[in-house]
């Protein structure tokens, strides 16, 4: 491999022809792919396929709109070039930092409810508006100084709730790296469905089910206020896995459609009068509660 002051004294020969240079000649990341492989005119001719596919895929990452909406044929990777022992330029393809990011990001959940593309979400550069923004500033809290260990967002749909909750998990990962898998996401009516259906049939992976969610370090459970109580649900699972956390000060988050007062009205008739009150005083006493509002986000 040359240094770059011997890369930098190497001059394209000044003959090549005019036509080859075109797309070429005015962007200094090929040339320096020129100079780096030492190119004579021939050899440019001959390798100008990989040269311009080298271009269009640096074009591509200059104006980067995203992971989810990348327009690469490869979407995720990178593009760049080695010379054989023929002097052919070979394409190499290797995933690009946000691709990078990403599966790094994969690595910290146990369990997640979510697409891929969320993974690249972060808090640091989420899309604002006067309410997320009171929860931003609540996740950040939570994450730099440990405040307000339970959060309870709720809002009609398409505000934007799943993927605030998605920043916030990421940003939690990134931040505790040494955790490796420390978030658990989940929908939370599969999530207390499973749970059931385990317990009902004795199976032993309700035991570990249940360990993740009381001791994960960060639970998010999404879709929570659709959640169906009961008694034997509310008694035996969410009652004694928040409990659990709120006394080891775990971080925990809920996103839903209705508010704590809604939620619990939807279900009085499945519960007892006193375990609705207990549920709600839980509720109400251990989560600061945000209701986004505004304009439909995704519309």
Not at 100 to 129: M, Q
Not at 272 to 289: D, M, V, Y
């Amino acid at each position: 491999m040359k240094s770059s002051k011997e890369i930098e004294k190497y001059e394209i020969e000044p003959h090549l022809e005019e036509e080859m240079l075109t797309l070429l000649k005015k962007d200094e990341a090929v040339l320096r792919q020129i100079r780096l492989f030492r190119l004579s005119k021939g050899e440019v001719k001959a390798n100008i396929g990989p040269l311009l596919d080298y271009q269009e895929d640096l074009s591509f990452c200059q104006n980067c709109p995203g992971l989810d909406s990348c327009k690469k044929m490869t979407p995720g990777l990178r593009l760049s070039l080695e010379i054989d022992d023929q002097r052919n330029l070979r394409r190499l393809y290797d995933p690009c930092e946000k691709e990078l990011l990403r599966r790094k990001t994969a690595l910290g959940y146990l369990h997640r409810d979510i697409p891929l593309e969320y993974d690249i979400y972060s808090l640091k550069n989420a899309d604002k508006s006067p309410s997320r923004n009171q929860v931003i500033n609540a996740m950040v809290s939570a994450l730099k100084k440990g405040e307000s260990r339970f959060l309870y967002i709720y809002g009609k749909k398409k505000l934007g709730k799943t993927y605030l909750l998605s920043c916030f998990g990421n940003d939690f990962i990134h931040l505790h790296e040494d955790l490796g898998g420390c978030v658990y996401f989940g929908d939370a009516e599969d999530c207390f469905v499973t749970l059931k259906r385990l317990g009902f049939k004795g199976e032993k992976e309700v035991e570990s089910l249940l360990y993740d969610l009381k001791n994960c370090p960060l639970l998010l459970l999404d879709d929570f206020s659709s959640l169906s109580l009961n008694r034997y649900l509310v008694e035996d699972y969410l009652l004694p896995i928040l409990s659990y956390r709120k006394e080891k000060k775990l971080l925990t988050a809920f996103a839903g459609k209705k508010s704590i007062e809604e939620f619990l009205e939807a279900n009085k008739r499945g519960l007892t009068p006193s375990l609705r009150e207990e549920l709600e005083a839980f509720l109400k006493t251990s989560c600061r509660s945000f209701e986004l509002d505004g304009v439909d986000f995704y519309s």
